[in-house]
């Protein structure tokens, strides 16, 4: 009778089953309360497996959607009161032919088989947990989203096997309930998770779905199957501790007449990371004493816009969980403007404020500031989705030595505390949702110093909602969103004429200028339509008012204009006889300043295709129309934008290769001369099961007509509203090599090195001034009027802007560059127990400069290596504590 017992179980299940699919339409898995023990070795040979049901019928994402898989896959799930148990069976009728490479935890971009465990545990259809191996046994746990967006920076602790066999190779997992996020179980009893199991085989680039899903379809989690047979699975306590102890060594160049300079500083370092289940599937992580020595460096650029750069998030604290912070994620596929309402980098940035002023010498000031600590509280407690951070900054202060031979203390960055509150509120089975954020940022102005130049307050605050038709085939989304900035008059001042907003244009009736303002509010909104399909589009209205500013906790370029973006296309991903996908679109943007002048007006379209050699190619053309710039004098009077177009084009060849090539290029011209050609090729390597390399030369040469220099107050340009606008011709050569390798010996064991060699030259020639307001006009100095001479003794030229008459001479330095420089790390990864990692790592960083404007290769590469490196050693310990 005992041996009766698996199969009267199966049966029960398998009915109830097709009780449950006739009732909600999905597809459904069924769990087995584990019977007897399981040793994770990747073998499903316990007969406690037996038990479990087995759920397979899989079919093709891609290449032919629908259809049933090349090779078929079975799937049993077990639980009992502390873990969730996976046996995946993947047959093979060419095991010999499964592509297996090793590489470290959560690596992307190999070539390889995987299989890929998806679990909603919150049952929201609108977030998961993905938990993927490929046959070698490399990890990689993911937190993504109903679109798609994923959080790599999610790591559990959890366990899985895998073997090849002559049958395929199969996967066996245990994954805790604590690594898992689940509120307090039904009244029943019986809990109800989304569930997805997606196969890929890399030698036919086919995937394989449980639940049916294809790259055309509206959403991801949201089309899970469902996970039944869960009883009396109780939510764990959640305490995980993971300390660190760290050792930084700096050796960097120095002058020996700088009293704080040292050759070596060495600075040990000592925190911890605490996650903490509260009640209703939240969780508490905190940071005591930040370290982030082991995150990649920026690559260099050169700026010569009055916009700040912007570098995407990279620190671990951050990144995790960070979608809940995605405030106006408006869905479409085009958009005209872009900003970050939540950037976590304004936390622990560089300081904002120089210690060098009258009667300094020398200055030790820190590169960034310290993050004494911080906090959040994330999840979903039932339909509602919450974040909650808060994170201070101690006060920065450089150290000093005055010309007098006295010391002294300069403040640099006031101390500072930053609030985010996100909350949403699923409808529909989160097909819909309604949410609101805040944010704040309070600083510390204690010291009279920082009133001048730094806003005392910022706070932030919106809603948003999405609203999901015809199985989100249709999105209809939107936002509105307020700010408020509060400071000093000189402050608010800064913060009226900086390039976000121009308040002070002379020609612009409509803008309102008060110096002696000691706040700003504004506003920003957006709306729009979006379908999901073969044939998709968007459309998107969206508005920022001049006055909207986020810059102290978010991320915002220019503000003042009204914008409608559209698009529309066609896909396909069924494979046919001569492409395995293809897609093409065009769209149009539009924008308007507030005072109704066209500021953008652009035309552009796009198509690529992947051939059944899986080669990908791709074409794009953009024609942008006349317009005007309310930006290009900065601050100035309008001028007109020169029309123009762009030219690109891109190939790849078969993923399958041991090396991968991606060439591309583009080409952009307007009806003023300038233009912008750019290539660059990418060398995917994988020369061995075990390493992984990467190159990725550029080259870019361009040609401005038009690029800034200065501003000259002059009462007698009376024509540009009595200033004088210094432009310049700018030839422009960047070229740069991104580099990577990978060298695995274990999936705990690896060895990552990134590097960046990046030199850019810019020849600055025929020195002009804008002439007309709205019309792109210029003349040049000692040509069309005044004279201009250089005095190499002094780096500068001088300028006499109308020769014999009443202006004032003023001088321009020479702007001519060559910038070198160095960028990379080193870092060796070992997790000698699960969640605890040791890491060391190299920074190396070489940087120079010289005011010549020319481009010679080996020149500015040899001048690379000759400058003197700043190096950085780090070695850190994590130890993970936790149930």
Do not use: C
């Not at 959890?158 to 805790?176: F, K």
């Not at 000093?400 to 002294?408: D, E, K, M, P, Y």
């Not at 007698?716 to 390798?741: C, E, I, K, P, W």
């Not at 990978?742 to 960046?756: A, G, N």
Request: aromatic share 12%; charged share 20%; glycine share 10%.
């Amino acid at each position: 009778m005992a041996g009766l017992a698996p199969r009267i179980a199966a049966a029960q299940a398998s009915a109830e089953l097709g009780a449950h699919r006739a009732a909600t339409g999905v597809r459904v898995m069924h769990a087995a309360r584990r019977t007897g023990p399981i040793v994770i070795d990747g073998r499903l040979d316990e007969p406690a497996w037996r038990a479990a049901p087995v759920a397979g019928d899989f079919t093709q994402s891609y290449p032919n959607p629908g259809a049933a898989p090349v090779d078929s896959t079975r799937v049993r799930v077990l639980y009992d009161d502390a873990a969730l148990y996976v046996g995946i069976r993947m047959y093979d009728a060419h095991p010999d032919s499964i592509a297996a490479q090793l590489a470290r935890r959560d690596a992307s971009g190999i070539y390889s088989d995987w299989v890929h465990l998806v679990i909603d545990s919150y049952h929201d259809r609108r977030t998961a947990f993905r938990f993927s191996v490929n046959p070698r046994g490399v990890e990689k746990d993911v937190y993504t989203s109903n679109d798609g967006n994923e959080d790599l920076n999610w790591d559990a602790v959890w366990e899985v096997g895998t073997r090849i066999d002559s049958l395929g190779w199969v996967a066996e997992y245990r994954i805790p309930l604590s690594q898992l996020r689940f509120g307090p179980a039904p009244a029943s009893g019986d809990r109800l998770w989304g569930i997805q199991v997606m196969r890929d085989i890399a030698r036919r680039n086919e995937r394989d779905s449980w639940s049916p899903w294809t790259p055309q379809s509206p959403g991801f989690v949201s089309r899970f199957g469902d996970l039944t047979g869960l009883r009396g699975v109780s939510a764990p306590e959640r305490l995980e501790v993971v300390p660190y102890a760290s050792t930084r060594v700096t050796r960097a160049p120095g002058s020996a007449a700088d009293p704080f300079y040292r050759a070596t500083n060495a600075r040990p370092s000592v925190g911890a990371d605490v996650r903490y289940g509260l009640p209703a599937g939240l969780t508490l992580t905190a940071t005591v004493n930040p370290d982030f020595g082991q995150v990649e460096v920026d690559p260099a650029v050169v700026n010569l816009s009055a916009f700040e750069t912007f570098f995407p998030e990279k620190r671990p604290f951050f990144l995790e969980g960070a979608d809940i912070f995605d405030f106006g994620a408006v869905r479409r596929q085009n958009d005209f403007g872009s900003q970050y309402f939540f950037y976590s980098r304004r936390i622990g940035r560089a300081p904002e404020l120089s210690p060098y002023g009258p009667g300094v010498r020398y200055a030790d000031s820190p590169d960034q500031t310290t993050i004494a600590g911080a906090a959040k509280v994330t999840g979903k407690a039932g339909p509602w989705s919450v974040g909650f951070l808060d994170a201070v900054t101690t006060q920065a202060d450089a150290r000093v030595a005055l010309t007098s031979g006295a010391r002294a203390t300069a403040p640099v960055e006031p101390l500072t505390n930053y609030f985010a509150g996100r909350v949403k509120r699923d409808f529909r089975q989160g097909a819909s949702f309604i949410g609101a954020m805040l944010t704040s940022t309070v600083r510390g102005m204690s010291d009279s110093v920082f009133q001048p130049v730094l806003r005392d307050n910022a706070t932030l605050g919106g809603v948003d909602f999405e609203h999901g038709m015809q199985h989100r085939n249709w999105i209809v989304s939107g936002f509105l969103a307020g700010s408020r900035v509060e400071g000093s008059a000189r402050a608010i001042d800064l913060t009226q004429r900086n390039s976000t907003h121009y308040l002070q244009r002379p020609d612009a009736s409509y803008l309102t200028y008060d110096p002696t303002r000691t706040s700003l509010s504004g506003y920003e909104d957006e709306i729009a339509l979006q379908k999901s399909g073969n044939l998709f589009g968007s459309v998107a209205y969206k508005e920022m008012n001049p006055t909207f500013e986020i810059n102290d906790l978010g991320f915002v370029g220019r503000g003042d204009y009204r914008a409608v973006s559209n698009l529309v296309g066609y896909q396909d991903y069924q494979a046919g006889a001569h492409l395995r996908s293809y897609n093409a679109f065009i769209y149009t943007n539009d924008a308007w300043n507030f005072g109704g002048t066209p500021i953008y007006r652009a035309v552009a379209g796009r198509a690529s295709v992947t051939n059944n050699s899986l080669w990908t190619m791709g074409a794009g053309f953009t024609r942008e129309l006349g317009a005007y710039s309310d930006r290009l004098l900065r601050g100035g009077p309008l001028a007109q934008a020169p029309a123009g177009w762009t030219a690109n084009g891109n190939v790849t060849t078969d993923s399958r290769w041991p090396v991968i090539i991606t060439a591309s290029g583009s080409y952009s011209r307007d009806v003023s001369g300038a233009e912008a050609p750019d290539v660059s090729l990418s060398f995917d390597m994988r020369p061995s099961s075990t390493v992984h390399v990467s190159l990725g030369p550029e080259l870019s040469v361009g040609r401005a007509t038009a690029q800034y220099l200065a501003a000259v107050s002059d009462p007698h340009a009376a024509a540009t509203y009595g200033a004088r606008y210094v432009f310049a011709n700018l030839r422009q050569t960047t070229l740069s090599m991104d580099t990577r390798v990978e060298w695995t010996l274990t999936p705990q064991l690896s060895l990552q090195s990134y590097l960046q060699p990046f030199v850019s030259s810019g020849a600055y020639a025929s020195f002009k001034e804008f002439t007309t307001p709205g019309a792109f006009a210029f003349a040049v100095y000692g040509r069309d009027r005044g004279t201009i001479a250089y005095d190499a003794s002094q780096g500068a030229y001088t300028v006499d802007p109308d020769g014999a008459g009443p202006s004032a001479a003023f001088a321009i330095p020479n702007p001519n560059f060559n910038v070198r420089s160095l960028r990379g790390n080193a870092v060796l990864r070992w997790e000698y127990r699960p969640g605890s990692v040791l890491y060391l790592v190299w920074q190396q960083q070489r940087s120079g400069y010289a005011p010549v404007g020319d481009f010679e290769t080996g020149r500015d590469l040899g001048a690379i290596f000759r400058t003197a490196p700043t190096n950085v050693f780090l070695l850190k310990a994590t130890y993970w504590i936790g149930h």
